[in-house]
């Protein structure tokens, strides 16, 4: 079996983060000058992001702890899935490929 | 400065004069205005309505000139407005003359005020604590905003609320305050010895009238203020008062949707609507009379008195 | 006169003679007329000068620079944007005008008030490049067959190419004056001397045709309200580009190539007359032994240019012979620009539907 190297994904540099309340985020993209304000698991990926870098996907539910918080993994994984589609909508997150440069 | 007359402290003669001439300036505290117009029945409206500002000297600095003239046709007299040689808006019969100037004023203002994040609300002040009231269509912001001046609060503004960037204060930017239809009578009923200016029928807003800036919030123009409320407030005719807490992620949203140049701004804009947003209560209100809205925001004023900024942000 | 004032401010920021408070309200005015009061504001930066201004003065000269900076950061965007949808495409991709001066970074792109995004591809090429900007979700805005016709087959650019996310349009071109015109520089040409900038996906025409085309724009294709920056943008390019060894021999060779005595002439006539620009003396000559109009043509010329460019007293409606000075050179812009037949369909069709002013409130 070939060796697929891992998919991690980071929030884009640059990106301005100010909390606004207990779940939710105001953010700035200095390339766009657009502001999103994301809540829920995305903003609990964003945060994670900015204190640890990048992260491998398949590892974000765990990283997350929503089981902790009482969902399913099925839940979880739909609910992570859901707020990657949300930030990779919004520009706001790149995929790394582990040891090259980011791709999208 | 000591010995400028004010606008209503000169005849309607040598006002009229001066508006011809080198035009009136006046300091509306974040910007100076100069008009100039030959119109006698714009002289007199200025005299109602920035009676209490004084004139200042021709050889200040203007941010805004607006030149009021009035052009001829076969079937009736029409007033334009030159700004900076450009006629930008349409003109409008004579008659209409007066929010003609207002909005080409507000309009122009707008568009030259990137010096601050400029939000759409009336702002008006105890002392030095600042009220914001965000602008949003038929929620009589204005009459409101009207109504606060006239029961004692300080007006910097039923319009515009410019906050610097660097400090997070407000500052005034005096002006009349447009009044609608039925909001007119009720300002004038209640309060009929604060001076209204002409009333204009026929607009596409219906019939306006302004109501002149106090003495009190003229003299204080200079003065900036510290935002320390936001209030959306919402006019419900026959329902009990209500004030309730707003999230501040709903207030972002509508805060740097209705402002006039969040987006402009960039990230300084981002950085002060949410220090904004990190220094102040946030609320609606709903109201149906004067009265209860007067009793819910005096209490609002009084309560948080004693109460230190920091308790408050981690309550949120 | 004011304006004069002006571009003496703009070619010295902290000359001793600092203007009034009552000078500067007349000078901010005539600034934000001509579009260049962010790029003064620009200059005083540049120069360490921004101190030397009244507070108000520097509170409105600010704002307008605000608004620069907003649409220089949307041009970049813009341009990120180009390279990632027009990059795998493998053809030139040259920029022009504002959008050339703020990839390069050259001072007189800082505090620019720019527009569109102007973008130079060879004819050949635009086919493709339309198609791949359409396919990113680009689309011409609410135009007309006319209009579109008007600009594909007459003109040198397409209609403007919008984004439903973006603010700022881009305006597609192959050459930098109207096919139908009197003058026709060679379009491949411009992109065989293009020079390819640092990032090497995007590049800007070389200097001596940057220059030319300014002088194209000053005086064949302007939108008549944008002189004075084209003025100073000339200035600057001429003591920018001038400094380089070999500047002035490739400027003549280039106006020869491309047969644009006339707007070269008058260029430099009115840069040195007004601003006191260096003179790249063959290309001078070379672009006067063509060009050389009859004096009364010149006389008129000089008389025209003189009432168009600077404004008139702010509160006043535009002058009536600056107004007819501004006509009389449009008409001489769309009388070079079209064989007489389709000028008189296009102002035909034009005349039909006035444009209105914005109502208020």
Redesign the interface.
Known sequence: MRDVPALEVRARPGLRRRPLSVDSIAVFDPRSWRTHIVGGAAAMLLTLFAERGAHRVDALVDALDLAGAGFSPEEAQALVDKALSELHGCDLIERVVADSAPVH | MRGAPTVAGLALEPLLERLSASGVALDLGACTVRFRASHRAFAHALRTLYGAFPIEPDSGFADVTVALHVRRAPFGRWARLCIDGEWPFQDLPLAMHLPLVEWGLNWTIAHRAHAWLLLHAGVVARGDRALLMPAFSGVGKSTLTAALMCHGYRLLSDEFCPIDPATGSVSPLLRPVCLKNDSIDRIAERWPERPIGPRTAGTHKGTIAHLAPSPASVSARKRPARPEFIVFPRYQAGEASALEPVTTQRAFVKLSGNAFNYSLLGEAGFVALTNLLGQCRIYELRYSNFDEAFERIDALFAETEAVPLSAEAARR | MSAQRLLLLFADPLQPQQP???Q??RL??IA??GSVASLLHARYEAAGALDAL?A??A??L???R??A??RI??TR?NL?HLVEVLGPLDIELVLLKGAAYIAQDVPWGRGRLTGDVDLMVRASQIPRAEAALREAGWRFGEITDYDERYYREWSHELPPLMHPERPLPIDLHHTILPVTGRLRPDGDALVDASVALPDGRLRVLAPEDQVLHTCCHLFEDSDMWHQLRDLLDLDAMLREYGRGPDFDERLAASVARHGLHRPLHYGLRYARRYLGSPMPERARREAARHAQPSPPTEWLMDALVARSLF????????RASRLWAKRALKARQFARRFPPRLLARHLWTKWVRPS??????
């Open positions: 009034t408070l009552a500067w309200d901010v005015r934000r007329i009244p108000p003065v509170r409105q600010r704002s307008e605000t608004v900076e907003y950061r949307m965007w990120e404004p008139d007293s702010p509160d006043m409606p535009v209105r002013a914005p109502a208020l409130g």
